[in-house]
C-alpha cells in the first residue's frame, strides 16, 4: 500500500488574484430579450381587449359544450362558454362565459339569455339552424341602468329576441281561449301580428299581450275592436249556411283578429292607452256599447229542463241578456217548488225604446228602470219559457206581450225587479199530451181486447163457412152461366137458321108496314074510297117527241 499523501497547509496555498471586469453584453441574448418584450406586449394587449366574464344558470344544459358553444346577440357571436359546472344545490347548471369587451355594454340588469334549439309549434317554428350546428346561447340587452354579471337564463326564448320596430299592446279578457304564444293576428284577413305573451292575472282574468309589426301598428286606433278569431265560425241563416275562418293556422293555433269599431264605443273599448278588450267573436266586438247591466228574477211554477246559465233573453226577438243562474224556491202557502231565474239586461240593447226613455230626460237608475219595466207588464209583458231548438231541447227567456194573460200586481220596489211569468207553450202542448195519454189510459183497453178477439174469431168461422160453402155453389153457378152465354153466343149467329129466319121475318114485316103506311096515306087523301073502293089510275102517257127530236 503506498502512503496517503498529506494535503498543503493554509500558509502553502497560493493567494488568488482578483481582477474587476466590464460585463459586455453578447449578441445572443437579445433574441430572448426581443420574445420577451413581444409575449409582454401580447399580454398587455390581451389583457386590455378582453371582456367580462358572466355566469349563467340554467335548469338543464343540454347540448352546452366547453369551447364550442357560442353566445350570440342578434346572430353575432359576442362570446364563447368556457365552463359547465353544477350548483351547490345541484339543481341547476352554472355556464360561464367570456364575452368581447364590445359586449359589455349588454351586460344590464335585465339582460336576458336562453338557450337556442329546435323548437316546433302550432303556429311557429324556430332554432332549425341549430340542427346543423348545434345550440348556442341567445342574448337580448335590457334596459337597466345597472350592470352585472350573474344572471338566471330563461327555459323558453323571450316573445321578442330582437326588439323589432312596432307596438306592443295588452288585450284584457275573461277567458284566453285556445289562444298560444306565436298565434297570429290579423288585420282584415291579413297577419300583421302575433301574441308574444299571455298571464292569468290575480283576479282570474286574462291578459294577453300582442304585438303589431310596423308599418301595420298605424291601422291600430284609439277605436280599435279587438276579437278572438280562433277556430271555425259556422252560422245557419235565411241566406244558408255560412263558414267563415281567418286562416288555417287560426283553426289550429287560434288567432286574433281587429278591425275599426263604431265611433261611439270608444269608453267600452279602451281601458287605458295601450290597453283593449279582448272580445269573444266580432258580433260582439262590433256591437255597440251594453251600458250597466241590471238583473231581474222570475218564478215559473213549472220545470225548467233545458234551461242552462247563459241561456238568452230575448225581449220581443231581440237578445237584451242572459239568464245567470237557476235556483229552487219554496211557497209556504201552498208548499210549491217554484224555480227561480236571475238574468242580467242590458236595457241598452232595446234600441228606440231606450233612446225614448232617455229621451224624456230621465237618468238610467234602478227607479227610471222600475217605472219603465211597470208599464211594459201593464200593456202585458210577460217572462215565458221557450224551446231553442227542437233537436237539443234548449230554453230561452222570452219577454214578449201577451195580452190575453191574466192581469197580474208588479211591485216597483221589490230588488231585484220580479218579472210576471206564463207557463211555456212547448211545456202547454206536453201537458196537453199527458191529458191525452192519461184518456186513453182511462179507456177499457183489455174488454176492447177481448171483444176484437171474439168478433175475429167469429169472422174467422164466418170466412171458413164462406170457403167452404158458398164459394163452392158460386163457381157451380159461374160455370153453368158461362155455358148458358155460350149457347146464346152460337143462336145469335149470323150463319145459323134462327138468325136467317128472323131477318126474312123482319124484311116482310118491313114490307107489310109500308103498304099499310100507303093504305092510310091513300084514305087520308080519298076518305070515299071505303064506300066507293079504289078508283082506277089512269096509266101516265109518254109526252110525243119535239120536232127537233124527231128530225135525224
Known sequence: MSATPTPPS?????????????????????????????????????????????????????????????????????????????????????????????????????????????????????????????????????????????????????????????????????????????????????????????????????????????????????????????????????????VQTESLAAVLAGGLAFDDGPTDAIPAAIVVPGEFI????????????????????????????????????????????????????????????????????????????????????????????????GTLVSRGLRAQPRSGSLLTGKLYIALDFLPASPRTAFDASVRPLELPTVNGSFQELEASVGRLVKKVNDLPLEQIAADLHTDLKDLHETLSEVHSRVIPTAVDALSALHGTLDSADRTLDVESPLQRGLTETLAEARITLQAVRELADYLDRHPDALLRGRRPQKMPQRPAPSSSEAKP
Do not use: C
Open 278 to 373: 279582448l272580445y269573444k267573436n266580432e258580433v260582439e266586438a262590433m256591437a255597440p256599447p251594453d251600458g250597466d247591466p241590471h238583473y231581474v228574477r222570475m218564478r215559473f211554477a213549472q220545470a225548467l229542463r233545458g234551461l242552462d246559465v247563459g241561456a238568452p233573453v230575448e225581449f220581443v226577438g231581440v237578445d237584451i241578456g242572459s239568464v245567470v243562474a237557476v235556483d229552487l224556491g219554496y211557497e209556504p202557502r201552498d208548499k210549491s217548488f217554484p224555480a227561480i231565474v236571475t238574468a242580467r239586461l242590458y236595457p241598452r240593447r232595446m234600441g228606440q225604446a231606450y233612446e225614448v226613455l232617455a229621451a224624456q230626460g230621465k237618468t238610467e237608475t234602478e227607479e227610471t228602470l222600475a217605472a219603465f219595466v
Open 10 to 242: 493554509e500558509e502553502e496555498l497560493p493567494t488568488p488574484l482578483v481582477q474587476n471586469r466590464r460585463w459586455i453584453p453578447r449578441l445572443v441574448w437579445i433574441v430572448p430579450i426581443v420574445a420577451a418584450v413581444i409575449g409582454i406586449s401580447l399580454l398587455i394587449r390581451s389583457w386590455a381587449n378582453e371582456g367580462p366574464r358572466i355566469t349563467i344558470s340554467f335548469l338543464s344544459g343540454e347540448g352546452i359544450q366547453v369551447g364550442k358553444t357560442l353566445v350570440k346577440y342578434r346572430d353575432v357571436t359576442v362570446g364563447q362558454v368556457s365552463a359547465v359546472v353544477l350548483s351547490a344545490d345541484h339543481q341547476s347548471v352554472v355556464v360561464n362565459a367570456d364575452l368581447s369587451k364590445d359586449a359589455a355594454g349588454l351586460l344590464k340588469a335585465d339582460t336576458q339569455f336562453w338557450i337556442v334549439r329546435p323548437r316546433i309549434g302550432v303556429g311557429s317554428v324556430s332554432g332549425l339552424s341549430t340542427l346543423l350546428s348545434g345550440v348556442y346561447i341567445g342574448m337580448k340587452t335590457g334596459t337597466a341602468k345597472l350592470g352585472e354579471r350573474q344572471f338566471v337564463g330563461l327555459e323558453n326564448p323571450p316573445a321578442l329576441s330582437h326588439g323589432p320596430r312596432g307596438l306592443e299592446l295588452q288585450l284584457h279578457a275573461p277567458r284566453a281561449g285556445s289562444l298560444a304564444i306565436g298565434a297570429p293576428v290579423y288585420f282584415r284577413q291579413f297577419q300583421v301580428g302575433r301574441v308574444i305573451d299571455e298571464n292569468l292575472l290575480p283576479d282570474g282574468s286574462t291578459r294577453v299581450t300582442v304585438f303589431v309589426d310596423a308599418p301595420y301598428d298605424a291601422f291600430v286606433k284609439p277605436v280599435t275592436r279587438f276579437w278572438n278569431a280562433s277556430g271555425i265560425d259556422v252560422k245557419l241563416g235565411a241566406d244558408g249556411l255560412n
